[in-house]
């Protein structure tokens, strides 16, 4: 079952702050974080691996509320370099890292 | 972090031909990969699991004989689509890596079929 991404476009002034939601309608194991730039492989940002964990690097954060079956990727202050498409991928706990993507969402920062 | 390195980067082959994509894991054993397909403007969608040694599992809707994946060692795992067409032009990507780290993403194949 594809995880839902929402909004599925945004577009932001440079400096505002953005949240990207990924929601599942199955339990969820892990969640991985991803963005994609124009004709490339997807990046990795990082990755939840169990409910209430919270994660971040520079102005990138998210949380994994294992109990909604959630998880959101909050990007503050943004920058120039943070336009792609994020995706959110779901790892079923036996399934290694076989990894169920959502639609993504078009994030576009504008000067 | 470890490093997956596919080829070619792009390929363009005539319709009714067959093509091989390559994917290494170079600094790691990768018992499983996973190959997905992406279209313009699309999510990743998982096409099969690929594990060393044994037959690939595929996702419903994907056609085994037609995209052909072997994964003789544990650091090379090869998608083959057969008989191309140009509804087969895309974007795939192969991955390895567990459930509990980051998967390693190769750099992707554009296919075109003219």
């Known amino acids: 079952q594809q995880p839902v991404q929402s909004p599925q476009a945004v577009i932001l002034r440079e400096g505002e702050d953005a949240v990207i939601n990924c929601s599942s309608s199955?339990?969820?194991?892990?969640v991985h974080w991803y963005r994609q730039k124009h004709g490339e492989a997807p990046v990795f940002l990082m990755i939840?691996?169990?409910?209430?964990e919270q994660k971040g690097h520079d102005k990138i954060s998210a949380s994994f509320n294992e109990k909604k079956q959630q998880s959101s990727l909050y990007l503050t202050a943004s920058q120039l370099s943070y336009s792609g498409t994020y995706f959110c991928?779901?790892?079923?706990?036996?399934?290694?890292?076989?990894?169920?993507f959502g639609q993504g969402t078009e994030l576009s920062v504008k000067p | 972090g470890a490093v997956v390195s596919q080829h070619p980067s792009r390929v363009i082959c005539k319709s009714g031909t067959s093509v091989k994509i390559e994917c290494r894991s170079l600094?790691?054993?990768?018992?499983?990969m996973f190959w997905y397909r992406q279209f313009p403007k699309q999510s990743l969608m998982l096409m099969a699991t690929?594990?060393?040694?044994?037959?690939?599992?595929?996702e419903q809707g994907v056609e085994k004989d037609k995209f052909l994946i072997n994964h003789a060692s544990l650091t090379l795992s090869t998608l083959t689509v057969t008989s191309a067409h140009p509804e087969d032009s895309s974007f795939y990507i192969c991955?390895?890596?567990?459930?509990?780290?980051?998967?390693?993403f190769g750099q992707g194949t554009r296919l075109t079929v003219v």
């Open positions: 991955s390895a890596g567990t459930g509990r780290t980051e998967a390693f």
């Open positions: 199955k339990a969820l194991y892990s």
């Open positions: 939840l691996l169990k409910g209430g």
């Open positions: 991928g779901t790892g079923g706990g036996n399934q290694g890292g076989k990894l169920i």
């Open positions: 600094d790691f054993q990768a018992t499983t």
């Open positions: 690929s594990n060393e040694g044994s037959k690939a599992t595929y």
